[in-house]
């Protein structure tokens, strides 16, 4: 009986002792070969992968060299029962304008900045002065049915008025919109103060690099003009 016990107690000591050099031989291979590749199962098990760099961070950092520009301020955050207020408001139907396919770094933009405005160039919200939910809703609201008027005298079709929202706009210049009535609905579109559209960039991430870079040139332009205008303004005297 006793020596049966003791043969018993054998085994678990003997897979302890099995376990321990299947690991060491494990870990002598990789030493040698340099092949990580041989990893423990709960290892494996507990392993997390690094976290891939958002695109929230990239709409940080696009609409931070806005905001870095003396010119700019950032308006009210929107949130997204406030915008579906503002689609009920509109008469607007999810068949016409169905916001969870809006490109969802413009509807981030919208939850976090609201708007940014400055040098002439805005991307249009609610300000920090439009006040509370209300008037926030009111604001938007008459920013689309102003867009959909304009849309009516560029003889717009009625469908697809209803499934165009603006988005910005350039003093004097050229606003900007999309239209979910088309396949690419992240596209975002130009139209000029002549009434002719066009494409203008495939998502709300490439419009804020083309966006900024119209506000760049335009600011070159004018420091330019301002610089000639006070030469000629010396040279006279």
């Known amino acids: 009986m006793l020596r049966t016990i003791r043969i018993k107690n054998i085994y678990p000591l003997l897979f302890i002792g099995v376990t321990h050099l299947g690991c060491s031989s494990s870990y002598r291979y990789q030493m040698e070969t340099g092949d990580t ?9 507990g392993e997390h992968s690094v976290p891939q760099r ?9 609409i931070k060299k806005f905001l870095d520009k003396e010119d700019f301020e950032k308006g009210s955050p929107v949130t997204n029962e406030e915008l579906d207020l503002v689609i009920n408001k509109l008469g607007r139907t999810v068949d016409m304008f169905n916001m969870s396919s809006i490109d969802k770094e413009y509807k981030a933009f919208l939850n976090k900045y609201g708007s940014i405005d ?3 160039f805005e991307i249009y ?4 002065h439009t006040g509370d939910n209300e008037k926030r809703i009111q604001y938007i609201s008459s920013i689309q049915r102003g867009f959909e008027n304009r849309c ?9 008025i209803k499934s165009c929202w603006l988005i910005a706009g350039i003093d004097q210049g050229d606003e900007y919109y999309i239209n979910l009535s088309g396949k690419k609905k992240e596209n975002i579109y130009s139209i000029s103060p002549d009434g002719k559209s066009k494409l ?5 991430l490439e419009f804020l690099d083309k966006f900024f870079e119209s506000y760049e040139r335009k600011f070159e332009e004018e420091t330019y003009q301002g ?11």
Do not use: C, H, I, W
Not at 37 to 45: D, F, H, L, R
Not at 200 to 204: I, N, R
Not at 227 to 237: A, L
């Open 37 to 45: 590749s041989v990893q423990s199962s709960s290892k494996k098990e």
């Open 125 to 128: 919200g609610p300000t920090v």
């Open 118 to 120: 400055g040098g002439g």
């Open 152 to 160: 009516r005298t560029s003889k717009m079709k009625a469908a697809q």
């Open 54 to 62: 958002g695109t929230n961070t990239q709409l940080d950092e696009k």
């Open 227 to 237: 610089e000639v205008y006070q030469e000629e303004g010396s040279d006279s005297d």
């Open 200 to 204: 203008f960039a495939k998502d709300f």
